[in-house]
Nanobody
Framework: QVQLVESGGGSVQAGGSLRLSCAASGATYMVRCMGWFRQAPGNEREGVAGFNTGYGNTYYSDSAKGRFTISYDNAKNTLYLQMNNLKAEDTAMYYC??????????????????????WGQGTQVTVSS
């Protein structure tokens, strides 16, 4: 298992930018996927972006494409989400998640919650219009 701690959330005006970070600790050598999810009040949690830590392939939801960039620093075991041109509808609690496995994973690390077993506590992002 890994422990995940998010940071970087805050309040920003529409059109602004934020960079979220997620520091992983524990069995990081077994992390195959890391992803960002978000949940707005009254909504289900949805996948935003995913990163395959072994092969570097990425996944973005339709709402994130063109505005958000996911990246991973292997040396720091830290996942990032650069969010640009933020909109009011991006307001949500953002969660970091990890998929841990003894086996390498070549496939996509997508936005399905069931693919991830470890979760952080979340960081709030509020975008005012």
């Amino acid at each position: 298992q890994v422990q995940l701690v998010e940071s970087g959330g805050g309040s920003v005006q529409a059109g602004g930018s934020l960079r979220l970070s997620c520091a992983a600790s524990g069995a990081t050598y077994m992390v195959r996927c890391m992803g960002w999810f978000r949940q707005a009040p009254g909504n289900e949690r949805e996948g935003v972006a995913g990163f395959n830590t072994g092969y570097g392939n990425t996944y973005y939801s339709d709402s994130a494409k063109g505005r958000f960039t996911i990246s991973y620093d292997n040396a720091k075991n830290t996942l990032y989400l650069q969010m640009n041109n933020l909109k009011a509808e991006d307001t949500a609690m953002y969660y970091c998640a990890a998929r841990v496995s003894a086996f390498r994973w070549r496939g996509s690390c997508g936005g399905r919650e069931d693919d991830y077993g470890d979760w952080g506590q979340g960081t709030q992002v509020t975008v005012s219009s």
